[in-house]
């Protein structure tokens, strides 16, 4: 059973800066493709990014592209997320997942019903 968990929430000025990260403690994440997920106060779950488990491939949401960078270091067995120029609608709970299917069996933005493995998420608010 891989347990996941996230960590670097907090609370930033609009057009700051947060870096997440997700590890799984006493397992590998070396052959997961994972995903990044955000939930807004009273909305639906949201992908907002998936990486291969190569680290090879990674799509974005399109309202974060530009600004969110999903990156992998399996010697640290850890998959960030650097969010720049962050805006208040950014706001939200974030979740990484795991899954041994391939980020194209996951749609792009949605809500990531079929990976397999959650973690418990962290919060992130951008606020003045």
């Known amino acids: 059973q891989l347990q996941l968990v996230e960590s670097g929430g907090g609370s930033v000025q609009p057009g700051g800066s947060l870096r997440l990260s997700c590890t799984a403690p006493?397992?590998?994440?070396?052959?997961?493709?994972i995903g990044w997920f955000r939930q807004a106060p009273g909305k639906e779950r949201e992908g907002v990014s998936c990486i291969s488990s190569s680290g090879g491939s990674i799509n974005y949401v399109d309202s974060v592209k530009g600004r969110f960078i999903t990156s992998r270091d399996d010697s640290k067995n850890t998959i960030f997320l650097q969010m720049n120029g962050l805006k208040p609608e950014d706001t939200g709970i974030y979740f990484c997942?795991?899954?041994?299917?391939?980020?194209?069996?996951?749609?792009?933005?949605?809500?990531?019903?079929?990976?397999?493995?959650w973690g418990p998420g962290i919060q992130v608010t951008v606020s003045s």
């Open positions: 006493g397992s590998s994440l070396n052959f997961y493709a």
């Open positions: 997942a795991a899954d041994r299917l391939p980020c194209s069996y996951h749609k792009t933005g949605g809500r990531g019903d079929m990976y397999d493995y």
